[in-house]
């Protein structure tokens, strides 16, 4: 059983789209998280949920809507693509510090 | 909010060398310190973590140190073997939202 599952893997879409990644986490945990890694592999956390309340909302474009439907789940939706989007997006469940993270979201934009 | 540090940004070293990477912290909140290694293409996993309550921790080829007045912690690895090659991530974060404040990362490649 995979503990924090993403999907999809991959995803390429054009410029001007919208798109969403899904985000399910098999593990109980009360927290839920969206990082994004850009092409120089800096990691950086974008979103933060406990017990479906958004508790940390960094620096992000309001392009970028996180939703969180239940305490398992923590989907991601972006609208209007830019070619700057193009990155690995992480979904991550914790549990106090108790940190797992999905294996990744690789978005292009083109 | 908290600013992580992490030095060097590649590190190249021989089979059978250490390797040491350091971090910096600015926020005298943080008090959980985990490291973790990423190989290509896979998702971040952790290797080793530390608590503001802990100078220092090992687990077998690896040990982290933890300077909590200069605010500042290293990853040792001894005996460096080739699958140790991978881009290592110094975190830090506080009691307040758990969420994860990375160093830029550092490339490590050990050599044969």
């Known amino acids: 059983d995979t503990a924090v599952s993403q999907t999809p893997k991959y995803l390429v879409t054009q410029m001007g789209n919208d798109k969403s990644i899904k985000c399910e986490q098999n593990?109980?945990?009360?927290?839920m998280y969206w990082y994004k890694q850009d092409s120089k592999k800096f990691l950086k956390i974008m979103f933060s949920?406990?017990?479906?309340?958004?508790?940390i909302n960094e620096t992000v474009p309001n392009r970028f809507s996180p939703k969180s439907p239940d305490k398992a789940h923590l989907n991601l939706h972006i609208n209007s693509l830019e070619l700057g989007d193009s990155a690995v997006y992480f979904c991550?469940?914790?549990?106090?510090?108790?940190?797992?993270f999905g294996s990744g979201t690789r978005l292009t934009v083109v | 909010g908290e600013n992580v540090e992490q030095h060097p940004s590649t590190l190249s070293v021989q089979e059978g060398d250490s390797a040491v990477i350091k971090c910096t912290y600015s926020?005298?909140?943080?008090?959980?310190f985990p490291w973790y290694k990423q190989e290509l293409g896979k998702r971040p996993q952790l290797i080793i973590d530390?608590?503001?309550?802990?100078g220092e921790k090992k687990d077998q080829r690896i040990a982290v140190t933890l300077n909590k007045t200069a605010k500042h912690f290293s990853l040792h690895i001894t005996e460096t073997q080739p699958e140790d090659s991978a881009v290592y991530f110094c975190?830090?974060?506080?009691?307040?939202?758990?969420?994860?404040?990375f160093g830029k990362g550092t490339s490590l490649l050990v050599t044969p």
């Open positions: 991550a469940s914790s549990q106090l510090k108790d940190y797992t």
């Open positions: 593990l109980g945990h009360d927290t």
């Open positions: 949920y406990n017990n479906k309340e958004l508790i």
């Open positions: 926020d005298s909140a943080s008090n959980y």
């Open positions: 530390i608590r503001s309550n802990v």
């Open positions: 975190a830090a974060t506080t009691n307040s939202g758990y969420a994860l404040n």
